[in-house]
Every structure is written in structure tokens, then in C-alpha cells.
């Protein structure tokens, strides 16, 4: 048996050529959306289906539904043989309970807010000013105050953070600490439930917007991890948690100009131990113009987030300075994020 599954770019395009295939990018953005949307990779979890069976179960238009497989299937996502379809590597991870899933990452991505603002990115870059403020009038933070977009991001950063967490645990010792103080923007329970139950005498705590925290609550009742986990709702930039031997700020500094950063950060330092650590989990802005997720990242934040960038080594360890603290090592992981370790100066 033959599948159509076609991954390969041919090689030595025609500039103009090569071009317009990254152009095709976007297209591409909105199949896999569609695909997430319609669930089709749960509904092949258990072996081939046929178009029709698909479409019955999606309830969609089989000739149309047939038109967006094959064009994913030409992608390398699902493959085709005579008109039935199943999962190809790729398209496994768009399952909702696998690990490492970015189901809920494409669904979150893909909605039309979001969409609306990559569509004005030319105003971001004239004016150095958020889109999504220019479009919505009111900021990227109280947009998410509404429970069902705070559940919709709780969703979506759970499958981004869960491979970063496990990096984390990877890649640093919480074996001698007491307390831990994770704390998000709109984030999940992702890393404090991975720390916890990789450390079962380990306390921790979970920091974050009051809608955010409800929508974080029924992941961490069925963590099974009894009473070691505290959920605290506020606002970061205001107070933070005190006691704690470690903070970790997961894709969080990212979000703030440096004037709130360092507020943030000012705010660990009055809260931490005396000897507390401080661990930034984010990623690093290489020099020069070779290829690096982050910088695409880096437009999310231009484009959302009220100053917020993806910054350089030395422009943590200024920021880290600025705020009192001294980087004492910086940890690369098997991700594109990187820890930053800090302690008071």
C-alpha cells in the first residue's frame, strides 16, 4: 500500500518561487486551524476512515472537507490512500490527549481576534503601539479577564508549557527547596503540577490573574497532589507571594517593557528567602539573522503586549541588575528557551 504524503520542498527554487511558497504560509496556518476546529485527528485516533465517514462525523460538505485533506495531506499532515485518510507523525500531535498535544495551541491561535491583529502588523510597525489595543481599545490582559477567553489561554499555554516544564525539571534541581512560586499571566497549572509531583515534599504556589486562577482550579484538583498546591489570584505587577525559595517566571518577562519588568522583578526580590533563587524561563535572542523561533515570537509580543519583547543576554543581565539580582548561570534546555538563574545581588 502507497499513502500521498509530499513533506519535501524541492530544492534551488526560483526566488520568486520560494517566495510565494512562504506566502502560502498563511494558508497553510488556516488548514491546520480547520483540521483542530473539526477534531479530525481524534476522529482517526483508532485507524482510516474514508472522506464520507469524516464528513459525516464532522458534519461538514464531503467534496469540500475531501479539498482541505488532500492539501494538508500535501503538507505531510494526515496521509491518503483512495480517498480514506489517517494520521501521519504530524498530525498526531493534533490529537487533544496525546502528549505534548497543540490541538489547543492551534485553537487558540487560529481565532479571529487573534487573526484580526497579525492582520495589522503594518500599524504595530509604524507606530510602535499594540494592534490588539488599536483594534479592541483596551489592552491584551483585560481582554483576558473574560472567563471564557482566560479558559481558551489556560488551554492553549498548558500545551506549550508542558514540554518547557519537563525541560525545567530536566534541567534544574528542586530537591532542596521547600517553596516554589510559580507565577503566570494567564497561564496554566502546567509547571507547578509537574514540579509537584516530581517533588512530593516540595510546596508550591500558583500566581496569577484572578480568572486565570479559576480557570488553572480543576487541573490542579485532579493532579492528584493533595493539599501542597496553593492557588493565590492578583496581579503580578502589585505584590507577589512571599516565602518562597524559588519564583519562576515562565514566559512571563517576555510580556512587560522594562519598566514593569523590572517592577515585577523587584517584586520577587522583596518576596523571596534570603538566599531564594529566581528563574526566568524564556527565550534567548541570538545575534545575527540565522533562524530562531523567538524572533517570530518577538512580533507576538509587539503586536499584543504593552511593550513587551524577546530580549538578549546581556539585556537580562541588565535588567536583572536593574532590579537588583545578579545572574549566577544561564541553563540551555533540549527547547528553545533557556533559565536564567538569579540571585540578589
Not at 527547596?177 to 500558583?206: C, E, F, R, W
Not at 502589585?238 to 514593569?260: C, E, K, Q, T
Request: glycine share 6%; aromatic share 8%; net charge negative.
Amino acid at each position: 500500500m502507497t499513502t500521498t504524503t509530499n513533506t519535501a520542498m524541492p530544492p534551488d527554487l526560483p526566488p520568486q518561487v520560494a517566495m510565494m511558497q512562504m506566502l502560502g504560509g498563511l494558508r497553510v496556518a488556516r488548514l491546520i486551524y480547520a483540521a483542530a476546529e473539526l477534531g479530525i485527528a481524534d476522529l482517526l485516533a483508532d485507524g482510516s476512515k474514508s472522506i464520507d465517514e469524516l464528513a459525516q462525523a464532522t458534519d461538514t460538505h464531503a467534496p469540500s472537507l475531501y479539498r482541505l485533506m488532500r492539501s494538508l495531506a500535501s503538507v505531510g499532515i494526515f496521509s491518503e490512500y483512495e480517498r480514506c485518510f489517517s494520521l501521519t507523525p504530524l498530525a498526531e500531535f493534533l490529537q487533544s490527549d496525546t502528549p505534548d498535544s497543540v490541538r489547543a495551541a492551534v485553537k487558540f491561535f487560529g481565532q479571529d481576534w487573534h487573526w484580526n491583529v497579525w492582520e495589522n502588523l503594518h500599524y504595530s510597525v509604524q507606530t510602535g503601539k499594540p494592534a490588539f489595543e488599536h483594534l479592541y481599545k483596551q489592552g491584551l490582559f483585560e481582554y483576558y479577564q473574560d472567563p471564557e477567553v482566560a479558559r481558551v489561554s489556560s488551554e492553549s499555554k498548558a500545551s506549550i508549557s508542558q514540554r518547557a516544564a519537563q525541560s525545567l525539571l530536566a534541567n534544574y534541581d528542586f530537591s532542596s527547596m521547600h517553596k516554589v512560586v510559580d507565577i503566570g499571566i494567564y497561564a496554566s497549572a502546567s509547571t507547578i503540577v509537574a514540579l509537584l509531583q516530581a517533588n512530593p515534599t516540595l510546596q508550591g504556589v500558583l500566581f496569577d490573574f484572578p480568572s486565570a486562577i479559576a480557570a488553572a482550579t480543576p487541573a490542579i484538583e485532579s493532579a492528584q497532589i493533595g493539599d501542597r498546591a496553593q492557588l493565590v489570584g492578583g496581579n503580578c505587577l502589585d505584590a507577589v507571594p512571599s516565602g518562597g525559595d524559588a519564583y519562576i517566571l515562565m514566559f512571563v518577562v517576555h510580556n512587560w517593557d522594562d519598566d514593569r519588568a523590572v517592577q515585577l522583578l523587584k517584586n520577587c526580590r522583596e518576596a523571596m528567602t534570603a538566599d531564594g533563587k529566581l528563574l526566568i524561563v524564556e527565550m534567548i535572542m541570538p545575534p545575527g539573522n540565522a533562524p530562531f523561533v523567538g524572533k517570530l515570537i518577538d512580533l507576538e509580543s509587539l503586536l499584543t503586549t504593552p511593550g513587551g519583547y524577546e530580549r538578549t543576554e546581556a539585556q537580562y543581565r541588565s535588567l536583572l541588575e536593574a532590579a537588583g539580582f545578579k545572574v549566577t548561570r544561564i541553563i540551555p534546555t533540549q527547547t528553545a528557551n533557556s533559565i536564567i538563574e538569579a540571585v540578589r545581588a
